[in-house]
Nanobody
Framework: QARLTESGGRLVQTGDSLRLTCAYP????????MGWFRQAPGKELEFVAA????????KYADSVEDRFTISRNSDKNIVLLQMNSLKPEEAATYYC????????????????WGQGTQVTVSS
């Protein structure tokens, strides 16, 4: 079973920056679009950002577009999510996902998921 592994989640304060990393298996995922989603307790899974297999296309949720940046390093087999000016309402478990079809913003288009990394934002 292919495995995605998120890391970088921790407790931060409002306004802080944080970078999440998603490591994916090598060659098999080179052509996959990658995405980040988040889910807070009692809330639905929410799209955050996505990047195409070659990094040429990125998509963001409206709420994060000016503050978050998604990128990928295919040499290191990682996808990064740089999050700036974090808000308390963005505390959630952040999940990395892979889609072998075209880049998407909907969870059901992503076939592989990681276990998540917890981000806590104190006010």
């Amino acid at each position: 079973q292919a495995r995605l592994t998120e890391s970088g989640g921790r407790l931060v304060q409002t306004g802080d920056s944080l970078r999440l990393t998603c490591a994916y298996p090598g060659r098999a995922f080179t052509l996959a679009a990658m995405g980040w989603f988040r889910q807070a307790p009692g809330k639905e899974l929410e799209f955050v950002a996505a990047i195409s297999w070659d990094g040429s296309v990125t998509k963001y949720a409206d709420s994060v577009e000016d503050r978050f940046t998604i990128s990928r390093n295919s040499d290191k087999n990682i996808v990064l999510l740089q999050m700036n000016s974090l808000k308390p309402e963005e505390a959630a478990t952040y999940y990395c996902a892979a889609a072998f079809a075209e880049i998407s913003t909907t969870p059901d288009k992503f076939e592989y998921w990681g276990q998540g990394t917890q981000v806590t934002v104190s006010s």
